[in-house]
C-alpha cells in the first residue's frame, strides 16, 4: 500500500507548537518547521535563505554597541543612534564622518534618541547621567541646565523616550527608573508619575492617547521569578488610569496597527519568553521562543512582520497578508555575538552588534548561508509495520548560477536515511528535481535542509517536498 506526505506552503508553516522541548518534534501541521536557523518564510510561496549582513559604509567610525536607533528619519536619509560615549549620525547607507558626528559623550552609556520639535534629544546613563540636546549644536547636559524644572535624571535604568501629547500639546515621555518624566518644549519633568517603589520601567509606548507603561516590581535579576505590571496614563492625571498585573518579567513594547504587543518571561518554562498582546485587560500569547528577552530598542516592524532579537537571532512573527494565518520563525542572524539595536528607518532593516571587540552597524543584504531547516519527524509505520520511502520530490523557483541545496532524509536515531544535492551546478535552470532512494525499511523519517554550501548572492527557494512510500 502506497501512502504520501506532501509538505505543502512551507514559508505558510514557521515552527511547530513547542517545537523546542523535543530533538525529534512531531506535532504540527506537515508544513511546520521542527527547528530551523536562519530561514526567510516571509514570502507567501516559499522558503529561502536568510538575508545576510553588509557593513554600512564608514562602519569603523562605530566603536560602540548602538541601542537606540531612530526609526523614522528626521530630516531625507538621515537618521541617529546611540550607543556608550556616541552618538552617531547616519544614511540608509553610510555612517556620518564629520566634524560633528560622531559625537562623543564622556563617560556616557548612551540610551535612546528621539526627534521632538524639530531637535534631537539623546538619553544616556553612566558616570554622568542624562539627556542631551542637538540642535545644530551640543548640550549634554541639557536637562540639568537649561529647561524649566531642569535636574538630574535616575542613573543605571533605561530611559527610552517617545513623542506623545496631552491635552493637546506636544510631549516628549520618558523612562526614569520607577517614574515617568516629560517636556512640553519648556517645562521639564522628571518626576511625573510614580510608579510604586521598586518599579523600574523597562519600556514605553504611545497609543490611543494613553502612555503605555511596561514595568518589573523588583530588579533581580537570573532564575528569579518577578511580577510585572502593564499601566495605562493620560499622561495628565496624578496617577494611572489601570494596571495590567503580569506574572513574569517584561520587555519591550510595540505598537503595530493599533494593537500593543509586549515581551514577557516565564523562567518556568523553557520556551519561556513570550510575544503577547493586550486584549481589553488580558495578556494574550501569540508566540513562545528561546533565547532572551529583546529591549525597547531591540524589536522593529519589516515585510509586515514584527521582528525582535533573541539571543543574537532574529525572529519574526506576524502573516505578511492580511489574508494568510501569522506564524512564527527564526529569521536572521544579528550579526556578532551581542545584539544591540534593530530599527528599519529607511525600509531595509539596520542591526548593531558586538564581540566586545569589533562594532558593527549593518543591513540586510544578500544572503546569508548558515541556514537549516528541519521538518517534523513523520511516523511512516502501518499497523505496527515498517515502510520504505521510495521516493522524494522537491518543487522550487528556477534555479540560478550559484543556487545550492543539500538535503538529509534522517530517522529518529539521528541516522541518515538518504542524502543528495539541489543545485544549478548538478540541474541546470530547472524548478523541480526528483530522487530515488535505497528502499530500506524505516518507522519514521524528516527532512534536514542545508543551505551553508550555497552562494550569498542566489538561493533555492523551495516551494514544497513530496514523499512517496510503501507500507509493506
Known amino acids: 500500500m502506497k501512502y504520501y506526505l506532501n509538505l505543502e506552503n512551507l514559508s505558510q508553516g514557521g515552527f511547530a507548537p513547542a517545537w523546542y522541548k523535543e530533538n525529534f518534534p512531531s506535532f504540527g501541521n506537515k508544513n511546520q518547521a521542527g527547528d530551523m536557523t536562519n530561514i526567510d518564510c516571509t514570502n507567501v ?6 538575508p545576510g549582513l553588509a557593513n554600512l559604509t564608514n562602519n569603523g567610525l562605530v566603536t560602540t554597541l548602538i541601542k537606540g536607533i531612530l526609526g523614522a528619519p528626521s530630516t531625507t536619509d538621515t537618521t541617529y543612534g546611540i550607543g556608550g560615549t556616541k552618538l552617531y549620525q547616519f544614511s540608509s547607507t553610510g555612517i556620518t564622518n564629520s566634524a560633528v558626528f560622531p559625537h562623543t559623550i564622556a563617560g556616557a552609556t548612551g540610551e535612546d534618541v528621539c526627534w521632538f520639535q524639530e531637535k534631537l534629544y539623546y538619553s544616556y546613563n553612566g558616570t554622568t547621567c542624562g539627556i542631551g540636546l542637538y540642535n545644530g549644536s551640543f548640550d549634554d547636559d541639557w536637562n540639568s541646565t537649561v529647561p524649566s524644572g531642569f535636574g538630574a535624571i535616575e542613573n543605571n535604568v533605561p530611559h527610552q523616550m517617545i513623542g506623545g501629547s496631552s491635552v493637546g500639546v506636544d510631549i516628549m515621555y520618558f523612562a526614569n527608573g520607577r517614574y515617568v518624566g516629560n517636556y512640553d518644549g519648556t517645562t521639564f519633568v522628571r518626576q511625573d508619575l510614580d510608579l510604586p517603589t521598586g518599579s523600574e520601567i523597562q519600556s ?9 507603561i511596561a514595568a518589573n516590581k523588583t530588579t533581580l535579576t ?18 494611572w488610569e489601570s494596571e495590567i498585573p503580569l506574572m513574569g518579567k517584561v520587555g519591550g513594547l510595540h505598537v503595530k496597527n493599533g494593537i500593543l504587543y509586549l515581551f514577557y518571561q516565564d523562567i518556568t518554562n523553557t520556551g519561556g519568553y513570550k510575544l503577547a498582546y493586550l486584549n481589553g485587560n488580558s495578556v494574550v500569547d501569540v508566540a513562545n521562543f528561546t533565547g532572551s528577552l529583546p529591549a525597547y530598542y531591540q524589536i522593529t516592524d519589516y515585510k509586515d512582520f514584527i521582528i525582535w532579537n533573541s539571543d543574537g537571532k532574529i525572529f519574526a512573527f506576524g502573516s505578511g497578508d492580511k489574508d494568510l494565518p501569522p506564524r512564527l520563525f527564526q529569521f536572521a542572524d544579528g550579526g556578532y555575538s551581542t545584539v544591540g539595536g534593530i530599527a528599519a528607518p529607511f525600509g531595509e532593516v539596520v542591526i548593531a552588534s558586538t564581540d566586545n571587540t569589533n562594532y558593527r552597524l549593518a543591513k540586510f543584504s544578500g544572503y546569508d548561508t548558515n541556514c537549516t531547516w528541519k521538518s517534523l519527524l513523520f511516523d511512516i509505520t502501518g499497523n505496527g509495520t515498517q515502510s520504505t520511502i521510495d521516493s522524494v520530490r522537491f518543487n522550487f523557483e528556477k534555479l540560478e548560477s550559484g ?3 543539500d538535503f538529509t532524509i534522517k530517522n529518529n536515531r539521528n541516522e541518515t536515511i538518504y542524502s543528495d544535492t539541489i543545485s544549478y551546478e548538478k540541474l541546470g535552470a ?3 528535481a526528483y530522487y530515488l532512494l535505497n528502499g530500506k525499511k524505516q518507522e519514521n523519517c524528516r527532512i534536514e535542509l542545508d543551505y551553508s554550501n550555497s552562494s550569498t548572492s542566489a538561493t533555492v527557494k523551495l516551494k514544497n517536498i513530496k514523499i512517496n512510500g510503501t507500507i509493506n
Not at 509606548?205 to 494613553?210: N, V
Not at 537570573?222 to 496617577?239: L, M, P, V
Request: proline fraction near 0%; aromatic fraction near 12%.
Open 45 to 50: 510561496t516559499y522558503i529561502q535563505q536568510a
Open 204 to 212: 514605553i509606548a504611545w497609543m490611543s492617547d494613553r502612555i503605555w
Open 222 to 239: 537570573g532564575q528569579n521569578k518577578i511580577s510585572a505590571s502593564i499601566y495605562t496614563w493620560d499622561g495628565n492625571d496624578t496617577t
Open 403 to 405: 543556487a545550492r541545496l
Open 430 to 432: 530547472v524548478s523541480t
